[in-house]
């Protein structure tokens, strides 16, 4: 019964808002409240959506009506806060990226296992209307063998001004292709070996990468081939992603990206080798807010029936290792092999 496990979220920026909260509420759940340090904000957000706002962090935390923590701040912070939700005996569902390196995100993970409890990230473009469809014609046959994954998207990203994702030095491969690799693992499993080249655009606010250029290859063959810019000023906004096999083929426009953070819908289509052209799927699904319950609804799921869920912690150290492994390719320009074993 999902409405008996309460959910308390730390952090009141404009994806809590758009996102969290209104996908909570579609879903039934139930939302204790939520804490920021700007308490005038987090009023605001609780009065709209009929919960109460925290003063402190403490009284989020001894609230026993609160059995998850949806920890929706930065990722340094949530490396700091995880410990004390986890020691004080509440589930958690973290942000991506989980932590600001592969080997914070591990002790996060072994802590939660230490305590017994569940940890998942909110890796929720699993969910999403176009990989959603390619993974169901993945499964029921009509692709065939996964060949090609390639995905497009030309985008404006940043944020002018004092903004803390200006001053990181790591940027969109952790906040934005985090994303489309996290779903390519969940559409094909355990890719073998990446290549990169991240680049900075001339006249960009951020310190970090704003274009990137991957290459991921799978030991049966199949391939995703990316590439994001993060820059566009032209306001013409691209997002294209396609997956073909050895007997058809999806391609999805994914509208979150047309007006963010506006719930535009995917135009989703596919075709069938020999057939004369491509057909429309579906024009009505949005990633944004909703995928948004998904994670949720898996880690409580996990929580009742003491399962695993589908973004667990440990499950997401392998898409922080790709991250990672992005990373490396690019500084030292070469095509790096990924450890099976990990």
């Known amino acids: 019964m999902t409405e008996r496990v309460g959910i308390g979220i730390v952090g009141a920026g404009l994806i809590v808002e758009h996102a969290h909260l209104p996908a909570y509420r579609s879903a039934g759940l139930t939302v204790c409240g939520l804490y920021d340090q700007d308490h005038a904000r987090a009023s605001r957000l609780a009065a709209e959506f009929g919960v109460q706002a925290y003063r402190s962090l403490d009284e989020l935390v001894e609230d026993e009506g609160v059995h998850i923590v949806d920890c929706a701040v930065t990722p340094d912070a949530q490396e700091n806060l995880v410990p004390q939700f986890l020691d004080a005996g509440k589930h958690v569902l973290c942000q991506k990226p989980l932590a600001d390196s592969l080997d914070g995100a591990r002790k996060l993970v072994e802590r939660a296992h230490e305590s017994g409890l ?3 990230v909110n890796q929720q473009m699993r969910w999403e209307p176009t990989i959603q469809e390619m993974k169901r014609r993945l499964n029921d046959g009509r692709i065939g063998e996964p060949v090609l994954l390639t995905y497009r998207l030309n985008f404006m990203g940043e944020y002018p001004g004092p903004h803390w994702l200006n001053d990181l030095d790591r940027l969109f491969v952790r906040f934005g292709t985090i994303h489309f690799i996290d779903s390519a693992r969940y559409l094909f499993g355990e890719p073998s070996r990446v290549t990169a080249r991240l680049l900075r655009d001339k006249v960009q606010y951020a310190a970090g990468e704003t274009f990137i250029n991957a290459w991921i290859e799978w030991p049966n063959g199949a391939t995703m081939v990316a590439f994001e810019r993060y820059t566009c000023k032209t306001g013409d906004i691209e997002c294209d992603i396609r997956l073909e096999g050895t007997r058809g083929a999806v391609t999805g426009r994914l509208g979150l990206y047309l007006d ?30 909703g995928a948004f319950a998904k994670p949720m609804l898996s880690l409580i799921d996990a929580i009742q029936t003491n399962g695993e869920p589908a973004t667990s912690g440990r499950d997401n150290l392998r898409t922080l290792r790709i991250v990672e492994a992005l990373y490396e390719s690019d500084r030292l320009g070469r095509t790096v092999t990924l450890d099976a074993k990990e």
């Open 118 to 120: 569940k940890l998942a």
């Open 260 to 289: 963010y953070p506006a719930p535009n819908a995917d135009i989703i289509e596919a075709i069938q080798y020999g057939d004369p052209e491509w057909t429309l799927v579906s024009d009505t699904e949005t990633w944004l807010p």
